[in-house]
Antibody, heavy 119, light 110 residues
């Protein structure tokens, strides 16, 4: 069945970077886009960006444009999201979510990775 | 800055009907924004309810329906049940590959 598997948690110091992985299985990656969404404690979700898995094109939310990178490794069917220059307010659960291209629908979600930024 | 606004909270009786809305600070919401609706319970990832304004995701009960009402997207729950007690978020496509989540609505069924 379709699965998006993420690690449970990461801890980083302020100013560091974090790379969150999302391993996909059960479907053909190139037919889909992958989105990243985060949710800070007690807050609503926030869209971070999209990676087109057919050609590697990306689009990021303007707020994160200068410190986020989304990539993927076709050999392992794993998508990555790197966020740099971390601050305490980057503490959140980070989700990957797939979209069948042109449906504008996040139809399957990973369980999320809690990223804690703390000194 | 684009802000997508939703009512903070609603209360509905079991069996009742409630309509949540999703508005845009910069103008009207239309089908070109491809409104989606997600349900979320604490500690879980969001669950897709509605996509492309009014298409129900697989397995979603038909008591959930989506529409455009005036200048907003809307999610209607008809015949609310106890397990509809959740947070609900809309998402709008803003063009150019960009998406924005709404502020969310807490629905209490009691």
């Amino acid at each position: 069945q379709v699965q998006l598997v993420q690690p449970g948690a990461e801890v980083r110091l302020p100013g560091a970077s974090v790379t969150v992985s999302c391993k996909a299985s059960g479907y053909i990656l190139s037919s889909y886009n992958m989105h990243w969404v985060r949710q800070a404690p007690g807050q609503g979700p926030e869209w971070l960006g999209i990676l087109d898995l057919s050609n590697g094109a990306t689009r990021y939310a303007p707020k994160f444009q200068d410190r986020i990178t989304m990539t993927w490794d076709t050999s392992t069917s794993t998508v990555y999201m790197e966020l740099s220059s971390l601050r305490a307010d980057d503490t959140a659960v980070y989700f990957c979510a797939r979209e069948l291209r042109a449906t504008y629908c996040f139809d399957t979600w990973g369980r999320g990775t809690l990223v804690t930024v703390s000194s | 800055q684009t802000v997508v606004t939703q009512e903070p909270s609603f209360s509905v009786s079991p069996g009742g009907t409630v309509t949540l809305t999703c508005g845009l600070n910069s103008g009207s919401v239309s089908t070109r924004h491809q409104p989606n609706w997600y349900q979320q319970t604490p500690g879980q990832a969001p669950r897709t309810l509605i996509y492309k304004t009014n298409s129900r995701s697989s397995g979603v009960p038909d008591r959930f329906s989506g529409s455009i009402l005036g200048n907003k997207a809307a999610l209607t729950i008809t015949g609310a049940q106890a397990d509809d007690d959740s947070d609900y978020y809309c998402v709008l496509y803003m063009g150019g590959g960009l998406y924005v989540f709404g502020t969310g609505t807490r629905v209490t069924v009691l």
